[in-house]
Every structure is written in C-alpha cells, then in structure tokens.
C-alpha cells in the first residue's frame, strides 16, 4: 500500500485546478443505465472510485469508454501535474440489458454502488444489489433508498446478503416523504428520483435532499428527456415519461476539492488560486471560514484563498445542504488545531465521523470528543508523526495537518484518498508542497 511523505513548514502559492465532483459523478454513471443510446460526460475525475463504478455499470451491459486528450493539448499543458482538464470525456452506452445484479466485490468496496438499485427497477424491473455493509465512518443505512422504492410498488426481500428488488409491470408514481432520522439522504434521494423517471403519473418527493449533486443528476436526466422540476429544494416533482436518450453532460467542480485547498491555504499561511469552482456551492463553508479569518475572493470560475497567521476559533455544526458539509468536518478540524482557543465541532450526519482526532491528537492536537461533538483546544504547532489515513475525509485532515506540522509526517494507506482526490499530492507539490508518493516495495 502506497503511503505520503511530507515535511511539513511550506507556505503554499499558485494555482490549481478543481476537478469534475467525484459525488456528482459516480450517482451520474449509474443514472446512465436509464438512457438509450450513448451518453458523453465530460469532466469525469479520474479516481479508484470512478473506476469501481465504471467497472460496475460495465457488468451492467454499458459499454464505457474514456478518450483521451488530443497529444496537442497535453504537450500544450506542458510539464508538471496532468491537469484535470486533460481528462478526455467519457462515453457510456447501455448495450446488454439482460444482467441485473451488483456483485458484493463491488459494493464492499464501494458503496455507491446502491446508485444501480433505482436506475435497474425502473428500465429494467430487476435488480439484485448487494448491501453495504457498515464503514469507517459507522454503519450507513440503506432502508430509506428501499422505502422510497418500496411506495413506487417495486417489491423487496432479503437472500443471501442481496437486495432483491422487482417491479410487476412499471413503477407507479406517488407523493412520498424521504426523510430520515439524521435529515434527507443525498444517494437516496437520487435513487428513488431515478426510478420515478420512468414510473407512470406524477411522483413529488418531499424532504428530499437538496445538495448541488442532486440537481446536477437531475439536470442531465432533464436532458434526457426527464420532467424534473423543484431539484434543489426539499420538494421534487416528477413527471414520469416512457423513455430518456443519451446526451452530452458536464460534471459540476468538487465542491469538497474546492473547500479542502482553500482550507490548506489557510492552514500553511498561503496563497492558492483554485480554477472551475462554484463558490455559491459552498456557502456555509465561505461563511465559518470568514469567521476564522481566512480570506476568500471570487473571479468567475475562479476563487482566491489565503490567510495571515491568526486563525480565529468558531463554532461549526454539519449539516445537510446548504449548512456546513460532513465532508469538510475532518478538514476544519485540522486547521481548528492550530486555532487561537477552543473550537467546538458537531456531526449530525454521521455522529461517529471522528476518526481523524486520535490521528490528530498523535500529531500533538488537544482535541476531545464529546459524544458527537470535538472539543479541540489550539496548540501553536503540530508536530509530524507516522499516522493512518483511515477515511477518504479523514485523510484529506491529515495530509492538511502534515503541510503545516515540524517534521516529516507519513501517512500509511492513502488508497483511502486515491478514492476521492484526484491527485492530490501532485496538485500539491505544484504549488510549494514537499509532498511524494512513497510507492508500496513488493
Ligand atoms: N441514512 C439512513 N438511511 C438511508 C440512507 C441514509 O439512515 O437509507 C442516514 C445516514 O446514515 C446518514 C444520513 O442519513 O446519517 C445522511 O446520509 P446520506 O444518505 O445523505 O449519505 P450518502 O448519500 O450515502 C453521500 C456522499 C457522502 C456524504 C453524504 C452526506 C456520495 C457517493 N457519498 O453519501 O460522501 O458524506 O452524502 O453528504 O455521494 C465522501 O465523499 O467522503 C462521502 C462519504
């Protein structure tokens, strides 16, 4: 397993651009199932995810091809890190609609791989998906995807630790509420808005999830033919239609991507200019960031971070969009430690989503876990240490705390970010970052 090196002290400057949203992507790829003819998506990142999900879809009967950039553009890319943009499109085209199952080979490794069940009911009433079982970040629940399937009449039963899913002739449209305990569920609601596509009558799903991923799903679908309307509020209607057609898509920039550097600007004191962004997407994370005193312009596309030395502590609470992102917790958590005072973060999207602290702590943070909540203390230094990247997220919070800390940090098993980031430490070494890949000695 390949780990990172990093000595830790440099202030990074420069540019670096954002990739096409791993999140948006992969519930993308799984919606393909439903079109006929072929689809082309452009800005799909190229990460260990995107491959688990391309490999899956291609059990599924897709054929999946990648193009690759024109030899014109990457000599005219020069040197250095092969830019997000260099990513040829990728073609996907449902071909074979006769396989219905998602093995457990795939699923265990990712669990965006239940994005198949709705897509697989609607076009073709079966699906047999195998059920994720818990992860690091606790045990992630499916049972709100299934209801929501269940009130569109597709029928259920457990065999073998498979969802079997069946629709006796099509889906039929209805009025659902699809929250659940912890809010709306982003995959869920994706799920069920894939099916009901294609399902007969009207479907209005209520406490739906709201996060930019959704719309962007839900925007391709309208190009395929799809009656979407109210995407992006907790209200969506659905007007079923009998059939959708391949087009030409572009994925929205990471959100997560875009928020992790602004957060290693802040914390190595630097400069960074992060391209393809969306700043209306990450308001919330804009908002705590001011409050902790790191500087945030826009240009277009384009946004400006950087911050002097004093970091302000705050108060942060995750929470469903468009509050503050689950999956920037662990990132704040990191430049918190080096707050001037305490801080308080709570999870309320998943409350065992803290497996970053005793890394943290191992780095010489004072953070302490309350339930829920961290209560982290700002020391004037962390120190580099040998940890282990345990979660996509928690990694990103380690890689930001070995940029600043004294020494030399190695974190073990970055597999775990290869999932997410797309290249994060050659991005990083582009912009000041004493940042290598140690390959695994087989
Ligand atoms: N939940 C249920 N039942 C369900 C589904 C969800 O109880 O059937 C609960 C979850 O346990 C959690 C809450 O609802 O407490 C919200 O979970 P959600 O379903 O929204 O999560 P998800 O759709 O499975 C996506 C992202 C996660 C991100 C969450 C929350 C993808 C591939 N995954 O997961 O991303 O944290 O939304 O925003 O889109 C990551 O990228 O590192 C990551 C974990």
Redesign the pocket.
Known sequence: MDSFRIRGGQRLKGKIEISGS??SA?PILAACLLADGKTTLKGVPRLSDIDSMQKLIGELGCHVYRHEPAAAERRAAGAGPDLPSLNGPLDIEARDESKSEARYDIVKTM??SICVLGPLLAKRGKAIVSIPGGCA??D??????VRGLQKLGAEFRTEGGNIVGEVRGRLKGCRMYLG?????????TINVLCAAVLAEGETVLVGA?C?P?VVDCAEMLNKMGARIKGHGTPEIRIEGVDKLVGVEHRIIPDR?EVGTFMIAAAITNGELELKNCNLDHLIAVQDRLDEVGVKIQRQNGTIFASSTRRLNTVEMTTQPYPGF???LQAQLMALLCLGDGMSVITER??PDRFLHVGELNRMGARIRKEGPTAIIQGVKELQGASVMASD??ASAALVLAGLVAKGTTQIDRVYHIDR?YEKIEQKLAAVGADIERVKEKH
Request: proline share 9%; glycine share 14%.
């Open positions: 791993k999140n992969l669990r965006a970040i606790g992630r629940p499916v049972d709100l995807h659940g305990a912890q809010g709306p569920t982003v995959l869920g999830a996060e991923e997560i992102p689950t999956d999207i998943f996509l997220r997410g």
